[in-house]
C-alpha cells in the first residue's frame, strides 16, 4: 500500500493487500457503520483485533509527534495553552512498521501554537477496519485530553483514514475534527498493479457524499506524478472534487497538481518544499475554520502571503503582466513587469512570500534588460534572468554567488 516510506517490495502480496483493504472500507463506509461502539455485538467468527468496538490498545501509539531531526523540537503546550490539536496518520507499509514522524508542514503548526500526535498503528493488523477505528478512538484520546480543536492530518493511507473516518462520525456526540489535511489520500492498488487505482477516486466520491453539508474544513492535495492515480489520469479527482465539494457545501481547499515542477510524486506533501509553499494556508484554515485563497491562479492568494498586488498592467506584449508561482525550495513568488520603454528596459515587481519559522514576505524593485527572448538583472553577485517557454510558462534562474542556480517556474496570472 502507498505511504512514506513503502516497502519496495512488489507483487501478489501486496495486490492481496489492496483488495483486503478496499473490501474493508466499503463495508466501514456503509450506511449504519459510524453508529457508536457500544450498539456493535461481537462476533465469535473474527479475530480479536477484527472485533468491532474499541480497539485494541496494543495495536497502537498515541503520543506527541517527533519530526525530522533537522528541525528544532517543540514541546507540547497542552490543551489549556495549545489552539488546538493535529493528530498525525501515517501511511501504510505491508512488511514493515511504517514510520510514524509528522511532516515539515505539521511541525510549522506545532511552531503556530498547536500540539501535534502521532497516531501510530502497530503491527501486521493494520487494515483499514481496523486503522478506522484507531483514527476514532485517537479522536475520543483527543478530546478526552481537553483539547477544544482537533485538526485530523494524514498521507496516503492515513489521509484517507481521515478523511474516511470524519465521514463515518454521523452519531449525535461522536467526536468529530473541525478540520481535516489529506495528503495524496490513497487505499488502493499498486503502481505496477491492475485498474484498482480507479477507486482512490471512485471511493473518495462516496466519502465526500457521506460528509455532506458537514462544516469540517478541508484541505486536500493530490499531486503531479502520484503512481496511484494522476500519473494515469492527471485531471480528474482534483477537478472534480474541487466541483463537487463546492455542490455539497464543504469548505475545501482543493491543491490540483501545485506547483508539477517542483511537488511530484506520491510523497510531495512531506516534503520541505511543500510546507514551505502552503503551510501558511493550512494555519490559515485550521484557526479560521475556512479555506483561504493560496491556489496558483488566484490574485487573492497575493495577501494570504503577505505581499502587495500591484495594478493590474495591460498585457502590452507576451512580457507584460502578472506572474506567479513557487520558488525552487518551496516559497510562494510574485513578479510584475512592466511594458518595454524606449531603452527596452522594464521594470518589474519580485515578490517572495511569508513562509516556514518566521520567514517573512519580501519584495523588491527591479529594473531588468533583454530583448524578445530573454530578461536580465544583476546586483553584486546576484543575478535574474527570465525566459518564456513555448507553454506559455516563464523561468526564472537566480544566482546568488557561487550558490547553484535556483530555478523556478511561473505562469501568468493577469
Known amino acids: 500500500m502507498p505511504h512514506h516510506g513503502d516497502s519496495n517490495q512488489r507483487g501478489g502480496g501486496r495486490r492481496l493487500a489492496a483488495v483486503l483493504l478496499g473490501s474493508l472500507l466499503l463495508g466501514a463506509l456503509l450506511p449504519g457503520a459510524g453508529t457508536a461502539w457500544s450498539r456493535e455485538p461481537p462476533d465469535q467468527r473474527l479475530p480479536r483485533h477484527l472485533q468491532p468496538g474499541p480497539p485494541d490498545p496494543a495495536l497502537y501509539e498515541f503520543k506527541p509527534a517527533d519530526f525530522n531531526p533537522g528541525l528544532p523540537a517543540l514541546a507540547p503546550r497542552g490543551p489549556g495553552a495549545a489552539k488546538g490539536l493535529v493528530i498525525w496518520n501515517h501511511g501504510r507499509s505491508v512488511n514493515a512498521e511504517a514510520p510514524a514522524m509528522a511532516p515539515p508542514i505539521l511541525w510549522e503548526m506545532a511552531r503556530q501554537g498547536w500540539d501535534v500526535y502521532a497516531l501510530h498503528r502497530l503491527g501486521t493488523h493494520d487494515v483499514l477496519n481496523v486503522a478506522l477505528r484507531i483514527v476514532g478512538a485517537g479522536l475520543e484520546a483527543g478530546r478526552a485530553l481537553g483539547y477544544r480543536r482537533i485538526l485530523l492530518a494524514g498521507q496516503s493511507v492515513g489521509g484517507w483514514l481521515a ?15 473541525e478540520a481535516v489535511l489529506a495528503l495524496a489520500p ?6 505496477d498493479g491492475p485498474l484498482d487505482w480507479r477507486r482512490n477516486d471512485t471511493r473518495l466520491r462516496e466519502i465526500w457524499e457521506a460528509m455532506r453539508s458537514r462544516q ?6 493530490f499531486f503531479a506524478d502520484d503512481p496511484y492515480f494522476e500519473r494515469s489520469e492527471p485531471a480528474l479527482r482534483g477537478p472534480w472534487a474541487q466541483r463537487r465539494l463546492g455542490e455539497l457545501g464543504l469548505p475545501a481547499l482543493v491543491l490540483d497538481r501545485p506547483a508539477p515542477e517542483l511537488l511530484r510524486g506520491h510523497d510531495a506533501g512531506l ?16 484557526e479560521q475554520g475556512k479555506p483561504p485563497p493560496c491556489q496558483d491562479g488566484d490574485r ?8 502587495t498586488a500591484p495594478a493590474s498592467t495591460a498585457n502590452a506584449d507576451a512580457w507584460t503582466g502578472l506572474w506567479q508561482g513557487t520558488s525552487g525550495n518551496g516559497r510562494y513568488l510574485l513578479l510584475h513587469l512592466g511594458p518595454a520603454q524606449a531603452d527596452q528596459r522594464r521594470q518589474a515587481s519580485y515578490g517572495i512570500g511569508r513562509s516556514l519559522n518566521n520567514e517573512a514576505a519580501s519584495q523588491q524593485r527591479l529594473s531588468l534588460t533583454g530583448d524578445g527572448n530573454q530578461l536580465r538583472w544583476s546586483q553584486g553577485n546576484q543575478s535574474l ?16 554567488g557561487s550558490q547553484p542556480a535556483a530555478e523556478s517556474w511561473l505562469r501568468r496570472l493577469d
Open 163 to 177: 478523511l474516511g473516518e470524519t465521514a463515518r462520525r454521523d452519531q449525535p456526540g461522536q467526536v468529530r475534527p
Open 385 to 400: 534572468e527570465a525566459s518564456r517557454e513555448a507553454d506559455g510558462r516563464l523561468r526564472l534562474r537566480l544566482q546568488s
Open 216 to 221: 469540517t474544513a478541508l484541505m486536500l492535495a
Open 271 to 286: 516534503t520541505l518544499a511543500f510546507a514551505r509553499r502552503f503551510g501558511p494556508c493550512l494555519v490559515l484554515l485550521a
Open 300 to 307: 487573492a492568494a497575493i495577501a494570504t502571503f503577505g505581499l
Open 186 to 191: 490513497a487505499a488502493y492498488g499498486t503502481p
